[in-house]
T-cell receptor, first 118, second 112 residues
Framework: AQTVTQSQPEMSVQEAETVTLSCTYD???????LFWYKQPPSRQMILVIR??????QNATENRFSVNFQKAAKSFSLKISDSQLGDTAMYFC???????????????FGTGTRLTIIP | NAGVTQTPKFQVLKTGQSMTLQCAQD?????MYWYRQDPGMGLRLIYY???????DKGEVPNGYNVSRLNKREFSLRLESAAPSQTSVYFC???????????FGPGTRLTVT
C-alpha cells in the first residue's frame, strides 16, 4: 500500500514571498503520478500541478513548481510570489498508475494549511 | 456543464438514521469515486466504480453502501448512521485512462 506524508500541518508566509511545502511518499511502484491539490475555504478541491514519475523534468505551472526527487521519494511544492488567494489547505496525492480499468485511486496526505499574510 | 454535483450540501442525522448522498456528473466519465475528509486525515477513499454496474471497496468502506445507477450517477448510502461517520464527503469522477479527477463541492454530514 502507498502512503503519503506531509509533515507540516501549518505554514504561513508574507505576501509576495516564496514558500515550499513538503511531501514524502512510500511506494514499491516504478510508474506513478503525483499531484498537489488546493482546497480553499470554499471546500472545492482544485488540481494545482501534477508530475509523472517517468519524467525527470520538474513540472511547472505559472507560480507553482515542484521539486521531484524520485530516489528520495520526495515531492515538494514551491509557490513563488505568493498571493492572498493562495491561502488554502494543500494536499499531496499519489496515484499508482493510469489504466484502462478505471481504478485510478488517489491516496492523499494529511494536508498543510497555508496562510498568506498581507 | 455543471461538472460534478452533490446533494445535499449539508445534513444533520441522528444516530441510527439512514440517508443517501447523491452524486451526478455530466462529463460522460466512466469512473466515479466517494471520499471522506476528516480533520487531520486528508481524504480517504470509501468506494469507487470503474464503470456502470461495477463497484469496489476503497480504504474505509465499513458502514457504507453504494449504487452506480447509470453512467451519470453514483450514490452513497448510510444504512444506520454513527457519530464516527461525521465527515465531509466528496464525490469525484474521471475519464478512464486519464489522471485528473474532478471533484464535487462536498457534503458536510453531522451525526449526533
Amino acid at each position: 500500500a502507498q502512503t503519503v506524508t506531509q509533515s507540516q500541518p501549518e505554514m504561513s508566509v508574507q505576501e509576495a514571498e516564496t514558500v515550499t511545502l513538503s511531501c514524502t511518499y512510500d511506494t514499491s511502484e516504478s510508474n506513478y503520478y503525483l499531484f498537489w491539490y488546493k482546497q480553499p475555504p470554499s471546500r472545492q478541491m482544485i488540481l494545482v500541478i501534477r508530475q509523472e514519475a517517468y519524467k525527470q523534468q520538474n513540472a511547472t505551472e505559472n507560480r507553482f513548481s515542484v521539486n521531484f526527487q524520485k530516489a528520495a521519494k520526495s515531492f515538494s511544492l514551491k509557490i513563488s510570489d505568493s498571493q492572498l488567494g493562495d491561502t488554502a489547505m494543500y494536499f499531496c496525492a499519489f496515484m499508482k498508475s493510469i489504466s484502462n480499468f478505471g481504478n485510478e485511486k488517489l491516496t492523499f496526505g494529511t494536508g498543510t494549511r497555508l496562510t498568506i499574510i498581507p | 456543464n455543471a461538472g460534478v454535483t452533490q446533494t445535499p450540501k449539508f445534513q444533520v442525522l441522528k444516530t441510527g438514521q439512514s440517508m443517501t448522498l447523491q452524486c451526478a456528473q455530466d462529463m460522460n466519465h466512466n469512473s466515479m469515486y466517494w471520499y471522506r475528509q476528516d480533520p487531520g486525515m486528508g481524504l480517504r477513499l470509501i468506494y469507487y466504480s470503474a464503470s456502470e454496474g461495477t463497484t469496489d471497496k476503497g480504504e474505509v468502506p465499513n458502514g457504507y453502501n453504494v449504487s452506480r445507477l447509470n453512467k451519470r450517477e453514483f450514490s452513497l448510502r448510510l444504512e444506520s448512521a454513527a457519530p464516527s461517520q461525521t465527515s465531509v464527503y466528496f464525490c469525484a469522477s474521471t475519464r478512464r485512462g486519464t489522471y485528473e479527477q474532478y471533484f464535487g463541492p462536498g457534503t458536510r454530514l453531522t451525526v449526533t
